[in-house]
């Protein structure tokens, strides 16, 4: 089993922007929402492929500013296909957060 989970902090946007933000980068990386908890900032999807499925959790916090955390749990793939995952949803919130 793999399991991979990174914390990525963000200043000038509220907790409520990470969410939104969060859920567009989930969708844009094929992921499957499957609850959404927009009062608690949760996101939980999954993602299946050839080898099975990922499943994925998305926690965002106020701080200064607002934190987002992506968790990733596979029991049939590599800590490299998560870590690929991790970085391709976060390319996708530091897009949005740039403008």
């Known amino acids: 089993m793999s399991t991979i989970r990174v914390t990525k902090e963000y200043q000038g946007i509220s907790a409520d922007q990470a969410y939104k933000s969060s859920e567009s980068a989930l969708e844009k990386n094929s992921f499957e929402i499957w609850k959404r ?5 949760l996101i939980m999807a999954n993602i299946e492929d050839e080898s099975g499925t990922i499943s994925g959790n998305v926690s965002c916090r106020p701080s200064n500013g607002a934190s987002i955390t992506l968790t990733l749990d596979s029991e049939n793939h590599e800590e490299s ?11 996708v919130v530091d897009q949005i957060h740039e403008n």
């Open 81 to 91: 296909t998560l870590t690929d995952l991790v970085n391709k949803f976060f390319e």
């Open 37 to 41: 908890r927009p009062l608690g900032w």
